[in-house]
């Protein structure tokens, strides 16, 4: 399809669909692809790469320098970066072209993108569920075709919970692998950047151009560090020529709980029959620390954020939203009062509190201590090796696994009503089954797979299965993401 007939059909999509709120604003219109259109059609005119003239979104916590970066918060209404995040610079030095930034949970802080200073994001699927958050509106723009991907971050579940919600594909890199400069921060030990599209082939292209090294971003993995792995992956996996590689995959015990959606439980159970029958083997691990590891991430994440998002008044960044004074004196306090929706109010409560100093040794650490077994956990049950760590703590692989594949939700895309009438804790449920590999720092995509629609809602065709693997080793659950939707779906997404 040509630039400019791509163009006219993401435009005509985002007029159809503007009710859905994904976007919260347009970087681009059709002048640009249509000079590029007409040059493309030149002999001498080659693609730079695979998202040459491709039409990209952006999350607006994503820094672009066309567009105000407001993260969904009233406190940002006016910000405009004076800088693109690194990300945003690649993908344009690549010859994608950015077509707007995406709606969102205000800060990133949500699982259903309802708590946005521009509006709630709907569903495409029907008005009344959810679109998943905080990527909702990255989420949205991919499953409706307003762009052909989106970038969106990931700190709990955030990319991988609205795809699962939204019938797309939604990757988390490895912590590290992708800059980080330029992301307005919720929780630095947990942001990633992530991808939303309509095919793990898709993912796999945007991640080429964006992962790499950043000197910039003090959490960027080193070159060196980069070439270890490629090694080791090499090591592990030599060739193709042995013909296609049979994966020894891991169920987590753990994951099958109760509150797990009978719908759900019979779609992971038959992918996985289809997977043994293809040769991979199939093996049940433990991962005991998965009890305790939402609890934990709901410790660490808002403790971080309550001191990320202390420069957020009105002097140092924020929109000021009084001169006067309170009875207290305190400059700030109506700015951030009048700024700052509940949810974020909440979080930075809870954050605050458990960094206090009677409460940091019961709650803080303690969660510290979680995610180091979190981490352990999978360290014991994956095959390869964690790069990062002592080879003492890793598992035998001989008896190890190559991936993981568990569910990505608990449940089928929720009403909005119960979410409304549902308690704050209720909430963060949902992020049950993605905030483990978040906590270790490990890739993990969540991949649409039909559901037997006699058994659910006729408007639901689809749910996510999560694909986890070892750190750094993206390429692999990317190889076998493609695998999955190649031969084991009956729709072509």
């Known amino acids: 399809m040509s630039l400019r007939r791509q163009a006219n059909g993401t435009l005509a999509n985002q007029r159809s669909h503007a009710c859905l709120n994904a976007f919260v604003g347009h970087t681009k219109n059709c002048k640009e692809l249509d000079a590029r259109g007409q040059h493309r059609t030149q002999p001498e005119g080659p693609t730079k790469s695979a998202v040459d003239g491709r039409l990209i979104a952006v999350k607006d916590n994503i820094c672009t320098k066309e567009e105000p970066t407001t993260c969904s ?33 205000e800060f990133g802080m949500g699982s259903h993108s309802i708590h946005s200073d521009h509006g709630r994001v709907k569903s495409h699927l029907r008005d009344d569920l959810s679109a998943g958050g905080s990527s909702g509106g990255s989420a949205i723009a991919v499953a409706t075709q307003q762009c052909w991907a989106a970038l969106g971050t990931d700190t709990g579940g955030s990319v991988r919970l609205p795809a699962a919600y939204t019938g797309t594909v939604g990757f988390k890199p490895s912590y590290g692998m992708v800059s980080r400069r330029g992301i307005v921060a919720y929780a630095n030990s947990l942001d990633t950047v992530g991808i939303l599209a309509r095919s793990s082939k898709i993912v796999q292209e945007v991640f080429d151009v964006i992962q790499g090294y950043d000197p910039h971003d003090p959490t960027s993995i080193s070159n060196t560090m980069r070439s270890t792995i490629d090694k080791q992956r090499l090591e592990d996996h030599p060739s193709m020529e042995a013909g296609p590689r049979r994966y020894r995959i891991g169920i987590p015990r753990e994951y099958n709980i109760k509150e797990l959606d009978p719908v759900i439980r019979q779609t992971w159970l038959k992918t996985l029959i289809r997977l043994q029958d293809d040769k991979h083997e199939i093996q049940v691990v433990s991962l005991p620390t998965t009890q305790a590891a939402l609890s934990a991430y709901y410790i660490i994440a808002p403790a971080e954020a309550s001191s990320n998002l202390a420069r957020y ?181």
Not at 76 to 92: C, D, G, H, I, N
């Open 313 to 493: 008044d009105g002097v140092r960044f924020g929109s000021k939203f009084s001169d006067r004074q309170t009875t207290d004196d305190v400059l700030y306090a109506v700015t951030r009062g009048n700024g700052l929706g509940k949810e974020v109010g909440r979080r930075i409560l809870m954050g605050s509190y458990s960094l206090s100093a009677a409460a940091m040794d019961n709650y803080f650490i303690k969660a510290q201590k979680v995610r180091r077994l979190v981490q352990q956990d999978f360290n014991r049950v994956f095959a390869r090796h964690h790069p990062l760590l002592e080879i003492e703590e890793q598992c035998d692989d001989s008896t190890g696994v190559d991936v993981i594949i568990s569910p990505t939700v608990p449940s089928l895309p929720p009403a909005l009503r119960s979410i409304t009438n549902n308690s704050s804790v209720d909430a963060y449920s949902d992020d049950v089954f993605t905030v483990p590999a978040s906590l270790a720092g490990l890739p993990a995509i969540s991949l649409p797979v039909p559901i037997d629609l006699n058994d659910g809602d006729p408007d639901l065709e689809t749910t996510g299965l999560q694909i986890i693997g070892q750190y750094g080793d993206d390429h692999s659950i990317l190889e076998l993401a493609r695998k999955v939707q190649d031969h084991y779906t009956t729709r072509t997404y």
């Open 73 to 105: 918060s009233a406190i940002l209404r006016s910000y405009q970066s004076p800088y693109a995040a690194t990300v945003v610079s690649k993908l344009e030095a690549a010859g994608a072209l950015i077509n707007g930034k995406t709606n969102l949970d």
